[in-house]
């Protein structure tokens, strides 16, 4: 299909899902680099804590909040 012809069908409000190939999609900057923090046994205690009320694991907590701070100070 020609960018005009993908262009009406989506200016149209027309499904693309079968016109995109899905199996190369990527997310811009969402690559994942390994990083490594010691926090005291009080502080991994607190996050286990907040984890397990919350039903995720901890890197998922502490993604999220870092991920949060990091939306505000913007």
Request: proline fraction near 1%; avoid cysteine; charge should be positive.
């Amino acid at each position: 299909m020609k960018a005009q012809g993908f262009d009406t069908k989506f200016e149209a409000g027309e499904d693309l899902t079968d016109d995109l190939d899905f199996s190369k999609a990527r997310r811009v900057n969402q690559q994942n680099r390994r990083v490594n923090i010691d926090f005291p046994a009080w502080v991994v205690e607190g996050l286990d804590k907040q984890a397990k009320r919350l039903g995720i694991t901890r890197q998922a907590l502490v993604k999220v909040w870092i991920a949060e701070k990091l939306k505000e100070a913007v």
